[in-house]
């Protein structure tokens, strides 16, 4: 199975930071690799598919980059509505599996 | 607008079944592959089971290894509805089930629509 690595596992910031998150994939997976929001309660949300394409209605804010192993994603400038934990998720191999995720906390 | 809405959880005993249902409307049901993705409580989320669609050239059922054997995932067309069988439950099945759309863009795929999940105890 492909094991998916996040990092961090949670980082503290504040309204208008620039987040980095990370997923290092343990083998080469291109660029299918996807990115979901999840809040306290609620079910996950796509954010980010194919490494760097955001999904309808997401905010141009979050962004994502990579290609092989390494992926990131970005969130420009850290609004209220972005406090979650952000999963990432390969779809190249079977099993798809998720990163263990990150949560991003005030 | 499309919904999916699980039901089915609640306590069981270690051993014991327990049969999700997901209701989907507002796409076409039959042309998507759906899968079931579970989460115990305070952790990540695990993939559980794929049952690909209608319209796909080649017809699959998936599950990961930590459910094979176990569970069955089934769908039912003509009634929109996606389903999971459970047997021999364990403690370490306790998770929020959700069901997922899996949808692709060119090659790529994704869970693009969840349900609010439901949540399955196994306990004595």
Known sequence: ?106 | EVQLVESGGGLVKPGGSLRLSCAASGFSFSSYSMNWVRQAPGKGLEWVSSISSSASSTSFIYYADSVKGRFTISRDNAENSLSLQMNSLRAEDTAVYYCARWEGRGSHYFFDYWGQGTLVTVSS
């Open chain 1, 1 to 106: 199975d492909t094991q998916l690595t996040q990092s961090p596992s949670s980082l503290s910031a504040s309204v208008g930071d620039r987040v980095t998150i990370t997923c290092r994939a343990s083998q080469s997976i291109s660029n299918y690799l996807n990115w979901y929001q999840q809040k306290p309660g609620k079910a996950p949300k796509l954010v980010i598919y194919a490494a760097s394409s955001l999904q309808s209605g997401v905010p141009s804010r979050l962004s994502g980059s990579g290609s092989g192993t390494d992926f990131t994603l970005t969130i420009s400038s850290l609004q209220p509505e972005d406090f979650a934990t952000y999963y990432c998720q390969q779809s190249y191999t079977t099993p798809q599996t998720f990163g263990g995720g990150t949560k991003v906390e005030f």
